[in-house]
Structure formats: C-alpha cells, structure tokens
C-alpha cells in the first residue's frame, strides 16, 4: 500500500557514522532535508539492470527520492545478484537503516548490520557498513568495529575495516584480534592468532569449504 506519510528516514540516515552527514537538500519538510517522491509500508522491491534482475529489498518503510536516484529504506533485508545475468547470489544481509545511492551503485547499511558474501563464506557484523557494487568493495566507519567470522571457527574483530571482493582480500587499520584459521588441512587444527597488523589476512587465507546457508 502506498503512502505519503513524511516518515523521512533520509533525516535520520544524514547523520549516521557511515553517512558522515554528508546530505544537504534543499527547504522542505523538515527544515533542510528533502521530501520523498514516495513512501511505501510493508513493501518489497526488486531493481533490474539489462533485464536481470540486481537486487532485492524488503523493508518496512521504503522512500524513494527520485530527483537524486536515492532510495531510503528502514528494518530491512536485501539480496544481492550477480552482474553476468546468471542469477547468482552475490551478497545478502540485514539491517536497521539503508541508504542506496542509484547513481553511484552505493549501499550504506546502519543500525545493526549483518554481510554474507556467499562467494567466500564471509559472515560480517557491524554498526555500520558501505557496500559498493561497482567497485565490489565493503567498508566499516573508520572508528566502527566489525566482526568477520566463518563457520570453521575463524572469527576475527577489529576497526577500521575495508574488503575487495574482486581480489578477495580484507584488512583491519587497527586493533585487531581473534583466530584465523587457515585452509591449509595440515595446520587447520591450530588456528593462528590474528596479530595487530593493518592486514588481518585474505579471504582466500581464510577459506574453507563452503558451508551451507545460514
């Protein structure tokens, strides 16, 4: 059912950590920000590119700021799909406050987060998170912890966290602990302690075999 109750969850997302206010519209309801084009409750909405379909979001309230290619979601979970057309699940995950930026493939993720890249077998946790498709990286608030666990034991926490999912390698800038456990079968039964280094270590380091879902 459509809506246009001014809910405006944009007010709300401009001045998270992830976001680092960085929105600045001009007068309308509520003094400074933008008024969505259209609000919807309970709703589901799946984005298409080349006539395959990209990704798909549930939400409990959904904006749609059509001017600036922005959608503005709240209590939220998505799937996202492989760019090649084959229908292949990429990413999927969780969270309270969503914000997707059209124009620049961005999805920054707030409130309590949760990340499964699929392709490795990552589960990630967090505050806050930004995910961009087009540069296929994943990024925490530089003062913010993330949590990057699998289910073979390896858990890793730390801030300042950063992923290419295109070269499958993440790294922590600081304050880094936890076990890794390394796919080699020789030494998998002692799993290495993560040292405080900026790089914690590889998704292809941490890999093991691929579990099932969730």
């Known amino acids: 059912m459509q809506s246009f109750r001014p809910v ?3 007010a709300a997302l401009a001045c998270t950590t992830v ?3 960085s929105f600045d519209y001009g007068n309308g309801e509520g003094e400074g920000y933008a008024v969505p084009d259209m609000v919807f409750e309970s709703v589901s909405a ?3 590119e080349n006539a395959a379909l990209s990704v798909s979001i549930s939400a409990m309230t959904l904006e749609m700021y059509n001017s600036d290619r922005i959608w503005a979601a709240s209590d939220i979970s998505f799937v996202q799909y492989a760019s090649d057309g084959s229908s292949a699940v990429e990413a999927e995950g969780s969270a309270g ?3 997707v930026n059209d124009g620049d493939e961005t999805y920054s993720l707030g409130e309590g987060v949760s990340f499964h890249i699929l392709e490795d077998n990552l589960f990630l946790s967090a505050n806050d998170l930004r ?11 530089r003062s913010g912890e993330v ?4 289910d073979d034991g390896t858990l890793i926490r730390g801030v300042g966290f950063f992923a290419d999912t295109a070269s499958r390698t993440y790294e ?3 304050n880094v602990s936890g076990r890794l456990v390394p796919d080699d079968a020789e030494t998998a039964d002692s799993p290495a302690e993560a040292d405080t280094d900026a790089k914690a270590g590889t998704a292809d380091a941490a890999a093991d075999t691929p579990a099932g879902d969730r």
Request: aromatic share 10%; with cysteine.
């Open 8 to 10: 405006h969850i944009l």
């Open 19 to 21: 976001l680092s206010c």
């Open 46 to 48: 799946d984005r298409y």
């Open 97 to 99: 406050l969503l914000l």
């Open 131 to 141: 995910w961009s498709k087009k540069n296929r990286t994943l990024s925490g608030a």
């Open 147 to 150: 949590v990057l666990s699998k």
């Open 172 to 174: 922590f800038a600081e």
